[in-house]
């Protein structure tokens, strides 16, 4: 096999090193798939003294990115460091210099995604970032290709692994918060501010980049509402689970015409929704196409050797695609205009906890509000709190307008007979949800 591909790799932290272990471990394979030698052939580092868990030869490593960006015999750049500045500005330089790139960052693709693919598809180069989303788990593959000749009309993911580590902690072992927060960090799911991971940020990081493919228009991250798991009790997965329903941290994209919906919020499943049982730090992604009904993509969301496998998945195709000649003849620039739904156009049930006065009247109070707002409940508990003359209630409406609930709850605040509002998620997955 005389032909040789060269790579560069920015970055070699945990997804470089694994990308590397991949590549060496793996170059039989890798040469018989593609045709020719895969070489590594310069790796940039902030560090060149660091310990590490691969010995790569000092003469492949350097801090200096013109090595990698301005070598002409290096044909794709691997981008694995992270970051966005500096990554967005090595990404761009590299696609001017005619290279091919594969990342794995979902912060800079979240943001600047569809920028960087209308370069891409400019210098007739490929960008791929299968790894961004869900790890190992094959997500925009399935959506670029595999699903390429369906409508998707809605994505529901658990795309961020230490919240539903936490989730899964919390309500299957009863452990507090903060403890199973720790426990994660140690496992290495966590991001090393894990304010992204536990707010929601990571995971609507990662619905934008959904999005973005599956209805093909520039989503945003600022498009993406979102809320996280750091308000979340034992008490409301207890409450949940009595009702029947599983809480995950869930990223949604739905289409409804032409019209989108992308948030990310704590949403409550019944127990025997699939989504329901992707327990601890695993992923996965809930497909609806129009003409392929439900799909359900599961797997690893994080960790060195699923994310590599990833990148390296993408580095096989960018190679396949060298030797037939067509880089950047895949349509990945977005195509739509983005158009976003307004709160009167989402429509949703809802799970709320509130604490209110137990005495006559209460529930006629509540009730006259809901009905006020033609929202009929679907089913209701109440327990006495100890020690007081107050009730904890907690009950889930039908579909409602995401408008007329947020009014709702604006009321039931004002309501004489409500002392708190304790927490309110969305609910998926029933019937008519
Ligand atoms: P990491 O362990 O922190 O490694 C980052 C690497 O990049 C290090 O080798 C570092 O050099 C190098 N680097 C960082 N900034 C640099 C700069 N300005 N110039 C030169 N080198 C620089 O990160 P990671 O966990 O591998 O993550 C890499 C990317 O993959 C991120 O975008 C992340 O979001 C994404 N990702 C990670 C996972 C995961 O499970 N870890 C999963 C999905 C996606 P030194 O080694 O010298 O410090
Ligand atoms: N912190 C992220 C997670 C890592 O927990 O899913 C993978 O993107």
Known sequence: METTINIGILGLGTVGTGVVHIIDQHQDKLSHQVGCNVKVKKV???????????????????????????DPQIDVVLEVMGGIDDARNYMIQALENKKHVVTAN???????????????????????????VAGGVPILRSLADGLASDRITKMMGIVNGTTNYILTKMSQEGRDYEEVLCEAQELGYAESDPTADVEGIDAARKTAILGTLGFSMPVHLDDV?????????TDDLDYCDQLGYTMKLIGLAERTDNKVEVSVQPTLFPHSHPLASVNDEFNAVYVYGEAVGETMFYGPGA??????????SDLVEVVKNIRLGVNGNKAVAPQFEKLLKSADEIYAKYFLRLQANDKPGTFSALTSLFAQY???????????????????????????????YEQILHKLEGLEVVNLIKSSYRV??????
């Not at 060195?304 to 990148?311: D, I, Q």
């Not at 327990?383 to 009730?391: F, I, K, N, R």
């Open 225 to 233: 509402t979102f809320s996280g798991i750091s308000q979340v009790t």
């Open 428 to 433: 998926e997955g029933d019937e008519e949800a």
């Open 106 to 132: 979902k912060d800079l693709m979240a943001v600047y995604g569809s920028d960087l693919l209308q370069l891409a598809a400019h210098h007739q180069c490929d960008l791929f970032y299968e790894a961004s």
């Open 303 to 312: 960790g060195k050797l699923p994310t590599a496998t990833a990148v390296v």
């Open 374 to 404: 033609e929202v009929s409940l679907e089913k209701i508990l109440q327990l006495p709190v100890q020690g007081s003359d107050a009730a904890e209630i907690i009950l889930t409406t039908h579909k409602v307008s995401k408008m007329n």
């Open 44 to 70: 940039l580092v902030k560090q060149l003294d660091k310990e590490r868990d691969i010995s790569i030869g000092e003469e492949r490593l350097t801090t200096c990115p013109d090595d990698v960006l301005n």
